[in-house]
């Protein structure tokens, strides 16, 4: 219970309004149990389709209530990798400008085109005849399951900041078969409910995805941050309506 609190604390708008003990038991529970936060967030989408909008509207909402419902935190994460990437500086300056909370001019469009984007794919595979709604439950939660393992996977790249204190907190192996599970029942779960084609090829993308992202993150950052994490999260999203929608095509 302490770990799914802490979840919904971190990583949603959920107030939970209690001091939790920040023990490596909890953190690792946390983060193994995090895709299933991205369930609920793709139930709540599920409901959307009940409205008699027309497909892009319920696009732009499915999208929207991703952002809300996360308190923008993936998305921050985004735009800053954004901004800091498109420099073309230096490994530290990179960093700094990663801490600047203040938006350049690479965040902003980055996170247009990102959420321009993600709607207009998203409202393409709502009109496909073979959209079935789980495809809207567990994208949400394969890209949480990519957060984790490459949080899991790959070293900070700070040593200081909450990411790199959470890091020191949990025990990855056990992060890892935990998500690794959770990866294995989500693949049969879309294979049962659609079709093992889709499935598969999901499986495939994320594993491609985590290890190109992950080799992307050391060789320009030398690791990880928090921030790059929230970007992992956005852009896989991205990557799997984009193949969802080829392959519904």
């Known amino acids: 219970m ?3 609190l802490l979840a919904l604390q971190f990583f949603t708008i959920v107030p939970v309004h209690k001091n939790l003990p920040m023990e ?3 953190i690792t529970g946390m983060y193994s149990i995090f895709p ?3 369930t609920v967030i793709g139930a709540f989408a599920c409901l959307l389709l009940y409205f008699e909008w027309s497909h892009l509207m319920t696009a732009f909402s499915i999208v929207l209530l991703g952002i809300i419902f996360s308190g923008g ?16 500086k230096d490994r530290l300056k990179r960093f700094e400008i990663l801490d600047d909370p203040r938006v350049g001019a690479f965040g902003v469009m980055a996170v247009v085109l990102l959420v321009v984007g993600k709607v207009i794919i998203v409202s393409e595979v709502l009109l496909a005849e073979s959209f079935h709604w789980v495809f809207i439950l567990l994208i949400p939660f394969f890209s949480r399951t990519t957060l984790a393992m490459l949080f899991s996977l790959t070293n900070s790249a700070k040593a200081s900041g909450l990411a790199c204190y959470f890091k020191q907190k949990m025990n990855a192996s056990d992060v890892i ?4 599970l959770n990866f294995v029942i989500g693949v049969i779960i879309l294979g049962w409910l659609t079709n093992w084609t889709v499935s598969l090829t999901f499986a495939i993308i994320l594993v491609l995805f ?4 992950r080799n992307w993150s050391l060789k320009n950052f030398g690791g990880v941050t928090g921030d ?6 956005e852009v896989s999203e991205v990557v ?5 929608l080829l392959l519904l095509s």
């Open 228 to 233: 790059l994490l929230g970007a992992s999260l």
């Open 240 to 244: 799997l309506w984009l193949t969802l």
């Open 177 to 180: 078969v935990a998500n690794v």
């Open 36 to 38: 299933w936060v991205g």
């Open 24 to 26: 490596r038991r909890s």
């Open 2 to 4: 302490t770990s799914l």
């Open 73 to 88: 935190l993936h998305m921050d994460g985004f735009i800053d990798t954004s901004d800091a990437f498109f420099s073309y």
């Open 210 to 213: 985590v290890c190109l992202f």
